[in-house]
């Protein structure tokens, strides 16, 4: 559970990279305005919801990778070290997107809901979710497929299959040739 909880994360920190690139072309379109990020830290900082403050861009990145690198985490651990389909991962940030800019961030007053949004920013947010999710599955796909390869995957119960003796990946795991595997 550990390896997969630490593959979601880094897997949600690589994809919040991707989807913030998503949400910087929109905010340079015109279509964002303020990044959701960006007025969500601003809300909680003392001094008044809507007033901008010192270092609020800094902290919403911050918050931002947080958030993402937790969702992956979740993600990860429910994954389980299998492999996902790229639209299961993007039904998961979907999820994510709708819960919160249809959930607790218009009821906490620091951005309307979806329908009540500024034109182009709903547009900008989905999008850039499904960025986040299909990135997210393959970046947790392609760590749990390589930690398979590498035979440091294996789950308690398992055996990971060993090579055939006198290979070039047995000798490398130090099984001499001539030596008979489980398998062979």
């Known amino acids: 559970m550990t390896r997969d909880l630490l593959r979601g994360a880094a897997?949600?920190?690589?994809?919040t990279a991707v989807m913030s690139a998503v949400m910087v072309a929109g905010?340079?379109?015109?279509l964002m305005g303020d990044q959701p990020p960006k007025r969500i830290v601003r809300a909680m900082l003392?001094?008044?919801?809507y007033r901008p403050k010192p270092g609020e861009g800094v902290l919403g990145a911050v918050a931002h990778f947080g958030f993402g690198?937790?969702?992956?985490a979740l993600y990860g651990v429910l994954a389980r070290g299998r492999r996902v389909a790229p639209p299961i991962g993007v039904a998961y940030?979907?999820?994510?997107?709708v819960g919160s800019y249809a959930g607790w961030v218009p009821r906490l007053g620091i951005l309307p809901s979806i329908p009540h949004d500024r034109p182009g920013r709903p547009a900008v947010m989905a999008a850039a979710h499904v960025v986040?999710?299909?990135?997210?599955?393959?970046?947790?796909?392609?760590?749990?497929?390589e930690e398979r390869a590498d035979g440091s995957g294996a789950r308690t119960g398992t055996a990971a299959r060993p090579e055939p003796a006198g290979t070039p990946a047995a000798r490398a795991a130090g099984t001499p040739a001539g030596t008979v595997t489980r398998d062979g």
Not at 93 to 97: E, R, T, V
Not at 133 to 139: F, K, P, S
């Open 132 to 145: 986040y999710g299909a990135a997210l599955t393959l970046a947790v796909n392609r760590m749990s497929r």
């Open 27 to 30: 905010e340079r379109a015109g």
């Open 11 to 15: 897997g949600g920190v690589l994809a």
């Open 69 to 72: 690198a937790a969702a992956g």
């Open 93 to 97: 940030a979907l999820g994510i997107w």
């Open 46 to 49: 003392p001094g008044g919801r």
